[in-house]
């Protein structure tokens, strides 16, 4: 079985799976599959509408996926994405509300504010893995929290008075696209989703093809290897959690500019950051893989709606199909196994 | 071969073991094809093979976790289906893995028992365990104490752990996989006399190994195989290290590396009172001094622990110096960066070449430019070129005789002996002015040694300094020009291995004759 094989296979039998022990759980609680998955098939991509809806969920759990993915090909696991895309969403917002400018300059300002406020959150781990070895994961935790507090303090405190949300974005600042909009049927699908695009062609490139990928990836697999051959190890894991916290960020700008044009006080966390790991995980830190989980992800979330309306299943239902996904790509050595067995026998 | 002969002269052995004609294949590769081995009772019966020979395999078969295609297993004279490890453990066979199967945190005794736990009233009875260990080491003279945590003890006597996990689970034929890879020459020693100890009382062992030295020590018998077939079985008493050789590479072998009288010329690397400290601050090479010149090879040799990796390490800036001068071509290199040091002219072959080497994950391809890949043809404009590194690749490989599928390949899945082949090629081929080459042959087999050593000599003859660490005496003594002897972090004596003898090495080794004279 060639490896590139198993790593497309894996993924796949694992949605099977987890959709199969999905309609076991519906029929148990005396629901039927059928029409609970056609209620969710609908609800994803039933009409152009839903359709819009599906592909707008998907672009931040691109860059969240994308972000968790970069950090792990480099040998970091970056659980603190949730946190660099809150900073990132309050980062561009705050431009897009503050600014007086043309477009051309202001939405890229925008963003890019979005991605330097996601970069220094991650910078901030990065440098204590690097200077004192503090691991990562203990550290993007606690500015996951600090990151909710601040931004929720300062939209009540210091962008705003005292109210909920921050004022509306500038025009000039908004990712949406009226065109994308009346071919969806009136979705609220913004232009963030060519960005996703390019964002995971730019990780690809950045991986694959440049030198700095190749130093990323040494120092990801081998620290002393990397360290002998005169790469500095150090440079390498400040540099990567920054990159990641930047793909973090710019997913918080889409929200900020694309989906919501604000941001407000949020009681807990979006949970995309943490998706993220879960997109990561399906799509095998791979580019496209993060643009195909990503794009499974955001039609089981969107569909999901769909199912108490359609067919009286509660779409929490979703979510245990997302957490049996997640289970059996874990136990991807099962998969394997069972489609080794599967390939014996057809070999007989 | 006329010369190979089973077991003559001795008429109705018992033998313990038989496996007779054994053929293993794996997707069409023959690992195993008519592979006899007969193990008699009380003997010590080496196994030898270059890597990749199929040793392992064969042992596989025998512990159950390969079933043969064909040939037949007979345990004292019965013949036997070994379906799995726990049937191997029944029958009285036990294995003493080359890397250790060792829970770190746990005791001595809780290691030996784990899986086969004595129990009373639902409780884990370790005070009897303890006292079964402590016999069964008391027996063997193995001198393990049960109640030591496995992190806390030698890798020496983690090693008895396992032969004692063996031999509590009643095993009557013990097979030790490459028992002294991990060892020191002190510890070698001891472990023979224990494998003396257990025949003594009995039992019957299988050595696999490459090192003929330790054949022709302890062993009765010796079956060689050869890429997957069985040459035979010859008695040790009847044979000799180059004989032995020859049967495991299919030719002739020389041990004894040739080469021309050096032409040393102008100090390439001068190091003067150099000071590093180990990781935990205290100072492992003190105030050392040494030259090397161009067109010579020195060879450090040390007991291991005296000062050697942190001098490698100073040298190639892996570790910054506390005090002294390094100065390479006149030029002070002294805590340099690791990648300073490599472009100003030092190759280095480093002891661990998995941990230092090698990123196991790259392909053997990408490897081959691990310190130059940010250098023309290889990048440009911060974009890789993998086309010119695999071209790059694909000469290395071809040169230096690296056996791979192909350059595209995980360097993980070659042989130890064809990892080390690519580093020194991608050494080599930058052509350093220094080559450092520490253990390079550690773990190898003797084709691939004698290829090794003809590379290091042919750097010197084109003129470059070779600074050579070894453990091996035989290597140190074979390769080098000059002998320098580190004891305690400095270097106590220079001397010339043509007018020196191993005695004496051994005893400026041990510091026992501190300040003799350079008679160079």
């Known amino acids: 079985m060639s490896k590139k094989w198993t790593a497309f296979a894996v993924p796949v039998v694992s949605v099977l799976l987890g959709l199969f022990a999905g309609a076991i759980i519906m029929l148990i609680s005396g629901n039927n599959p059928a029409a609970g998955?056609?209620?969710?098939?609908?609800?994803?991509?039933?009409?152009?509408?839903?359709?819009?809806?599906?592909?707008?969920?998907?672009?931040?759990?691109?860059?969240?996926?994308?972000?968790?993915?970069?950090?792990?090909?480099?040998?970091?696991?970056?659980?603190?994405?949730?946190?660099?895309?809150?900073?990132?969403?309050?980062?561009?917002?705050?431009?897009?509300?503050?600014?007086?400018?043309?477009?051309?300059?202001?939405?890229?300002?925008?963003?890019?504010?979005?991605?330097?406020?996601?970069?220094?959150?991650?910078?901030?781990?990065?440098?204590?893995?690097?200077?004192?070895?503090?691991?990562?994961?203990?550290?993007?935790?606690?500015?996951?929290?600090?990151a909710l507090h601040v931004t929720n303090h300062?939209?009540?405190?210091?962008?705003?008075?005292?109210?909920?949300?921050?004022?509306?974005?500038?025009?000039?600042?908004?990712?949406?696209?009226?065109?994308?909009?009346?071919?969806?049927?009136?979705?609220?699908?913004?232009?963030?989703?060519?960005?996703?695009?390019?964002?995971?062609?730019?990780?690809?490139?950045?991986?694959?093809?440049?030198?700095?990928?190749?130093?990323?990836?040494?120092?990801?697999?081998?620290?002393?290897?990397?360290?002998?051959?005169?790469?500095?190890?150090?440079?390498?894991?400040?540099?990567?959690?920054?990159?990641?916290?930047?793909?973090?960020?710019?997913?918080?700008?889409?929200?900020?500019?694309?989906?919501?044009?604000?941001?407000?006080?949020?009681?807990?966390?979006?949970?995309?950051?943490?998706?993220?790991?879960?997109?990561?995980?399906?799509?095998?830190?791979?580019?496209?893989?993060?643009?195909?989980?990503?794009?499974?992800?955001?039609?089981?979330?969107?569909?999901?709606?769909?199912?108490?309306?359609?067919?009286?299943?509660?779409?929490?239902?979703?979510?245990?199909?997302?957490?049996?996904?997640?289970?059996?790509?874990?136990?991807?050595?099962?998969?394997?196994?069972?489609?080794?067995?599967?390939?014996?026998?057809?070999?007989? | 071969?006329?010369?190979?002969?089973?077991?003559?002269?001795?008429?109705?052995?018992?033998?313990?073991?038989?496996?007779?004609?054994?053929?293993?294949?794996?997707?069409?590769?023959?690992?195993?094809?008519?592979?006899?081995?007969?193990?008699?009772?009380?003997?010590?019966?080496?196994?030898?093979?270059?890597?990749?020979?199929?040793?392992?395999?064969?042992?596989?078969?025998?512990?159950?976790?390969?079933?043969?295609?064909?040939?037949?297993?007979?345990?004292?004279?019965?013949?036997?289906?070994?379906?799995?490890?726990?049937?191997?453990?029944?029958?009285?066979?036990?294995?003493?893995?080359?890397?250790?199967?060792?829970?770190?945190?746990?005791?001595?005794?809780?290691?030996?028992?784990?899986?086969?736990?004595?129990?009373?009233?639902?409780?884990i009875d370790v005070k009897q365990a303890e006292k079964k260990v402590r016999e069964l080491s008391e027996q063997y003279g193995l001198a393990v104490d049960p109640t030591a945590k496995i992190s806390d003890i030698s890798v020496g006597m983690q090693q008895r752990v396992e032969i004692l996990k063996t031999l509590y689970r009643g095993a009557e034929i013990l097979i030790f996989d490459e028992p002294t890879a991990v060892l020191t020459p002190q510890e070698i020693k001891e472990l023979i006399q224990i494998m003396r100890a257990l025949i003594s009382e009995g039992k019957s062992i299988i050595l696999i190994t490459h090192k003929l030295k330790e054949i022709m020590e302890v062993c009765d018998r010796v079956t060689v195989i050869r890429k997957g077939k069985g040459i035979g079985t010859v008695n040790v008493s009847e044979t000799d290290p180059n004989h032995l050789a020859s049967l495991m590479v299919g030719r002739e072998v020389t041990f004894k590396t040739e080469k021309t009288e050096a032409m040393p010329a102008q100090n390439v690397l001068e190091i003067r009172d150099l000071t590093v400290n180990d990781p935990r601050g205290v100072a492992a090479v003190r105030g050392l001094n040494l030259d090397v010149r161009a067109g010579e090879i020195i060879g450090i040799c040390g007991v291991d622990g005296n000062g050697q990796t942190e001098l490698i390490e100073a040298i190639t800036g892996l570790r910054k110096a506390a005090g002294g001068t390094i100065t390479l071509n006149g030029k002070d290199i002294t805590s340099f960066k690791p990648r300073k040091v490599t472009e100003s002219g030092v190759g280095h072959i480093p002891q661990d070449r998995h941990k230092h080497g090698l990123v196991l994950d790259y392909s053997i391809g990408v490897n081959m430019v691990l310190q130059t890949y940010y250098q023309k043809p290889y990048s440009k404009s911060g974009f890789m070129n993998y086309k010119e590194v695999y071209k790059k690749a694909k000469k290395l490989i071809k040169e230096f005789d690296v056996r791979t599928p192909s350059e595209t390949t995980p360097a993980r899945a070659l042989s130890g002996g064809n990892q080390q082949k690519a580093i020194i090629g991608r050494e080599?081929?930058?052509?350093?002015?220094?080559?450092?080459?520490?253990?390079?042959?550690?773990?190898?087999?003797?084709?691939?040694?004698?290829?090794?050593?003809?590379?290091?000599?042919?750097?010197?003859?084109?003129?470059?300094?070779?600074?050579?660490?070894?453990?091996?005496?035989?290597?140190?003594?074979?390769?080098?020009?000059?002998?320098?002897?580190i004891y305690e972090g400095e270097i106590v004596a220079v001397v010339d291995p043509k007018k020196t003898t191993e005695q004496e090495l051994g005893l400026l080794m041990a510091g026992s004759k501190k300040g003799v004279s350079e008679h160079v």
Do not use: C
């Not at chain 1, 051959?229 to 918080?252: D, E, H, W």
């Not at chain 1, 779409?315 to 050595?333: D, K, M, P, Q």
């Not at chain 2, 029958?91 to 770190?104: E, N, P, T």
């Open chain 1, 37 to 146: 998955y056609a209620a969710l098939w609908n609800g994803a991509f039933g009409d152009l509408f839903y359709t819009g809806e599906t592909l707008r969920q998907m672009t931040p759990y691109v860059f969240a996926g994308l972000a968790v993915a970069f950090a792990f090909r480099t040998g970091l696991f970056n659980i603190g994405v949730e946190g660099q895309l809150l900073v990132g969403w309050l980062a561009s917002v705050w431009v897009g509300v503050a600014f007086e400018l043309p477009k051309i300059i202001h939405l890229p300002l925008a963003i890019l504010a979005g991605a330097l406020a996601g970069a220094v959150w991650g910078f901030i781990p990065g440098f204590l893995k690097a200077r004192l070895r503090v691991h990562e994961v203990i550290v993007t935790i606690m500015m996951n929290y600090t």
């Open chain 1, 154 to 348: 300062l939209i009540r405190n210091v962008i705003s008075d005292g109210s909920d949300a921050t004022d509306a974005i500038k025009e000039t600042a908004s990712l949406r696209s009226p065109f994308l909009e009346n071919i969806t049927d009136f979705s609220s699908l913004h232009n963030g989703i060519y960005l996703a695009a390019i964002a995971a062609l730019i990780m690809w490139l950045m991986l694959e093809k440049t030198t700095l990928g190749y130093e990323l990836r040494a120092v990801g697999y081998n620290q002393q290897a990397s360290e002998y051959a005169g790469m500095s190890v150090n440079r390498n894991i400040i540099l990567s959690m920054v990159i990641s916290g930047a793909f973090a960020g710019i997913g918080g700008a889409m929200q900020g500019l694309g989906t919501f044009g604000n941001m407000f006080i949020n009681s807990g966390f979006s949970g995309i950051g943490f998706d993220g790991i879960a997109v990561a995980l399906l799509g095998g830190n791979t580019a496209i893989g993060v643009v195909l989980a990503a794009l499974l992800f955001g039609s089981l979330k969107v569909g999901s709606l769909n199912m108490p309306l359609e067919s009286g299943i509660p779409n929490e239902l979703v979510e245990i199909v997302i957490a049996l996904i997640i289970f059996f790509v874990a136990s991807s050595y099962m998969i394997t196994w069972l489609l080794g067995r599967f390939k014996k026998k057809e070999a007989k």
């Open chain 2, 428 to 485: 080599i081929d930058r052509n350093p002015d220094l080559l450092i080459a520490a253990q390079p042959t550690r773990g190898l087999d003797v084709g691939a040694i004698e290829f090794i050593h003809r590379r290091l000599i042919e750097q010197r003859d084109n003129g470059k300094a070779v600074l050579l660490l070894s453990f091996e005496l035989d290597e140190i003594m074979n390769v080098s020009d000059r002998i320098a002897v």
């Open chain 2, 1 to 123: 071969m006329e010369d190979v002969y089973l077991h003559k002269g001795v008429k109705n052995v018992d033998y313990v073991i038989e496996m007779l004609g054994i053929r293993k294949e794996f997707n069409g590769f023959v690992a195993n094809d008519d592979v006899t081995l007969q193990l008699a009772k009380g003997e010590i019966h080496a196994l030898l093979g270059e890597n990749g020979a199929g040793k392992s395999t064969l042992m596989n078969v025998l512990f159950g976790l390969y079933q043969p295609e064909a040939g037949e297993i007979k345990v004292n004279g019965k013949p036997v289906h070994i379906t799995d490890p726990n049937k191997a453990n029944d029958l009285g066979i036990g294995m003493v893995h080359q890397h250790f199967m060792l829970v770190d945190n746990f005791t001595v005794t809780e290691n030996i028992i784990l899986g086969n736990e004595p129990k009373s009233g639902g409780k």
